[in-house]
């Protein structure tokens, strides 16, 4: 069954980095594009970057843009989420989450979770000095 296992988390400070990984077992990791996530307490869910299954395009939306990095490796079908100059609006529980296809990357707009198959159990990031 696909497994999806977040690590990485932990508390930052403001202007600091943090990097999350995601290891995935389970299905041919390179057919799917991979995103990640975010919810914070009292708040929605928030897409915060997507991958496509062979890595040649990622995309973010405007409130993490410039500040965070997603990448893959599919050799040992692991992503990535690299997070710099954090602030205290980053603190969340963040997810990797399977997409339904490899060009498929779902903004969660909507809010559903539902729009991707497979979600991990999160990493908590905190931001705070």
């Known amino acids: 069954q696909v497994q999806l296992v977040e690590s990485g988390g932990g508390l930052a400070q403001p202007g600091g980095s943090l990097r999350l990984s995601c290891a995935a077992s389970g299905f041919s990791f390179a057919d799917y594009a991979m995103s990640w996530a975010r919810e914070a307490p009292g708040k929605r869910i928030e897409w915060v970057g997507g991958?496509?299954?062979?890595?040649?395009?990622?995309y973010y939306p405007p409130s993490v843009e410039g500040r965070f990095t997603i990448s893959r490796d599919n050799s040992h079908n692991m992503v990535y989420l690299e997070m710099n100059n954090l602030t205290p609006d980053d603190t969340a529980r963040y997810y990797c989450?399977?997409?339904?296809?490899?060009?498929?990357?779902?903004?969660?707009?909507?809010?559903?979770?539902?729009?991707?198959?497979?979600w991990g159990q999160g990493t908590q990031v905190t931001v705070s000095s």
């Open positions: 989450a399977k997409a339904k296809g490899p060009k498929s990357i779902p903004t969660l707009y909507s809010g559903q979770r539902s729009e991707y198959s497979d």
């Open positions: 991958i496509f299954g062979d890595g040649t395009s990622t």
